[in-house]
């Protein structure tokens, strides 16, 4: 399953939403995640999306939009998962 989401908070994936993403991330266990920035010059580097480092090495900024790719054994808890992480995004991650 994969996604492409457009960061909406003014800062962007700087630590503070990067720590509650990977948060969130790692209630999964079973469930691999892969992020990457899409730039209109080239796609970033795929990054583990339980890796607070991995994901502020994306310097994601404001408007970014991010190709979120998540895989396990079980559907609905990848469901559920995306859709999380849809909310965090589409909430600003509590920052406005």
């Known amino acids: 399953m994969e996604k492409n989401i457009e960061?909406?908070?003014?800062?962007?994936?700087h630590a503070r939403p990067a720590a509650l993403f990977v948060r969130l991330t790692n209630q999964y266990k079973q469930i691999k995640i892969k992020v990457r920035v899409l730039r209109s010059e080239e796609e970033s580097e795929e990054v583990d999306g339980k890796s607070i480092m991995?994901?502020?090495?994306?310097a994601a900024?404001?408007?970014s939009r991010l190709l979120v790719k998540i895989s396990g054994d079980k559907d609905k808890e990848e469901e559920e998962?995306?859709?999380?992480?849809?909310?965090?995004?589409?909430?600003k991650f509590g920052e406005e």
């Open 7 to 13: 960061l909406k908070n003014r800062l962007g994936l």
């Open 54 to 58: 991995g994901l502020m090495m994306l």
């Open 61 to 63: 900024e404001a408007g």
């Open 81 to 91: 998962l995306m859709t999380r992480i849809e909310e965090l995004i589409a909430g």
